[in-house]
């Protein structure tokens, strides 16, 4: 047994509002300059949908992560010797139209302009060639569009195998944010011929070496995510990076920092290095899932415990990795799922399923209805979360529905209902950090490189001129 830190990240669901703000919050960070115009390393899609870029998930197109070949991993996107065939040309390569071609507008027409009987306008200018362009596509196009020919096109719903009802009463939609998932087994490690794209020791953050990169772009295919982009100025690839200066100093990411409807979670998960092979190589996509929780071990386990000091693991995160929500969320209560597990990756960003409004045809009869009674199918949360297993998703919204019904029942006197999977203390402490923990309740990250904690440390923001919090550039 190998023990390693992983920083982990947990998005609720239930409390997304679709507001942009954690994606426009990263694009002033990290993504606002010539070269990345188009990026976003964090961006929130509306599901069902095609997505961005377009058609990510269709794997069948882009040969993105790992599949099982005579039992052993590959490479979807081929062996060393096809790869090598496409260092120039690589034909499953997306381009600017996938993802968008970024634009701004003409205002100087506005400023100077003479007078006229009509109002100029401000034409779209490409940021990439300066010209003038016709707006066809953008990162957000389809949001809110539940209904339209962007739903329609979603893979996962193509997946189902029927024609799923549009109709107003029918229609269903929620919001999937979306960043790096820093898998424990990254298909785009594995594919750089120039070994530029690493994974932390202390962290697990997987980043890409400037100076080592050498433009070839075998990464960007290789992402099932497609979580990695092409600085066209710089000829680098790019991709995000969980804000690790911050997290070098005690502090969240910029898109959990910044989150208005307090729906991401972070901390330290302690996992098995040794066993991330052969979880990842399951015969049955379907048990992914459950291989992942078993590489996740038990922070208060005296054994795990010593075997991450051999490893090297410092006190500070062993004592974070015992608060951590992600761990109480992920492995004690399994209330999230990671996105799309069949792609091999090993995801290590989860998502709580959303409780949506009851179906049309229930909503008379119910006040809180059993899962397979909520607008979103079952059957396409399974796709995206589970491989199609359909049970986890029933057992993981019947855990949150449980949840409510046990704080229904206490606030009106009710009998608990019978057959609860834990006591009703544990849905209580559930209860509270899904729905009204504080920032430090939602957040628990080991002090960073001077020892200091978050309050600490934002004190010392905006107070020391140029210099880093703490003081340590």
């Not at 509002?17 to 390393?41: D, L, P, Q």
């Not at 997946?159 to 979306?178: T, W």
């Not at 209330?335 to 949506?356: D, G, K, N």
């Not at 309050?455 to 919090?469: K, V």
Request: with cysteine; hydrophobic share 35%.
């Amino acid at each position: 047994m190998k023990i390693k830190a992983q920083v982990s990240m947990v998005m609720n669901l239930d409390k997304c509002i679709g507001c942009h703000t954690c994606s426009i919050t990263c694009k002033n960070v990290w993504t606002n300059r010539a070269g990345a115009e188009y990026m976003y390393f964090n961006n929130v899609e509306t599901k069902p949908g095609i997505g961005y870029p377009k058609h990510w998930e269709d794997q069948s197109r882009w040969k993105g992560g790992w599949q099982l070949e005579d039992g052993e991993l590959t490479l979807r996107s081929g062996s060393k010797l096809t790869r090598m065939l496409k260092l120039f040309y690589h034909p499953e390569q997306p381009e600017l139209d996938d993802y968008y071609e970024p634009w701004t507008y003409d205002y100087e027409t506005l400023i100077s302009s003479p007078r006229k009987k009509h109002q100029p306008v401000a034409r779209p200018r490409s940021l990439i060639t300066q010209q003038r362009m016709e707006i066809k596509w953008g990162p957000n196009w389809g949001d809110d569009l539940a209904g339209g020919d962007d739903a329609r096109a979603d893979v996962n719903l193509k997946k189902l195998g029927q024609e799923v009802a549009l109709e107003f009463s029918d229609i269903f939609m929620k919001y999937l944010p979306r960043n790096c998932n820093h898998c424990l087994n990254p298909a785009c490690v594995a594919a750089c011929p120039s070994g530029a794209i690493y994974k932390r020791e202390e962290d697990g953050v997987v980043l890409v070496s400037q100076e080592a990169c050498r433009g070839w772009r075998h990464c960007i295919p290789a992402c099932p995510y497609k979580k990695i982009y092409y600085n066209w100025k710089t000829n680098k690839a790019e991709k995000c990076t969980f804000c690790y200066p911050r997290l070098e100093n005690g502090l969240p990411s910029v898109c959990t920092d910044t989150c208005v409807g307090r729906v991401r979670y972070m901390g330290v998960l302690l996992y098995d290095m040794d066993a991330v092979h052969e979880a990842a190589k399951s015969s049955d996509e379907k048990m992914i899932y459950a291989n992942i929780l078993g590489l996740v071990k038990d922070p208060n386990d005296p054994e795990v415990i010593e075997s991450a000091r051999k490893e090297g693991v410092s006190e500070a995160i062993l004592n974070a990795a015992k608060e951590s929500p992600v761990y109480q969320i992920v492995k004690r209560w399994q209330l999230a799922l990671p996105l799309h597990p069949e792609f091999r990756t090993l995801p290590m960003v989860w998502y709580i399923p959303p409780l949506s409004p009851i179906a049309k045809n229930f909503e008379d009869r119910v006040y809180l209805p059993k899962s397979e009674a909520m607008r979103i199918p079952v059957e396409y949360l399974a796709t995206l979360f589970t491989a199609g297993n359909t049970r986890i998703i029933v057992e993981t919204l019947q855990r949150l529905l449980d949840m409510r019904m046990v704080m229904r029942q206490k606030e009106i006197g009710e009998p608990l209902p019978q057959g609860l999977e834990f006591e009703p203390l544990e849905y209580e402490k559930m209860y509270r950090l899904l729905g009204i923990a504080k920032y430090g309740d939602r957040i628990k990250l080991p002090a960073g490189l001077q020892a200091k904690t978050h309050d600490e440390l934002r004190e010392l923001q905006g107070s020391t001129g140029y210099a880093c919090p703490g003081g340590c550039c």
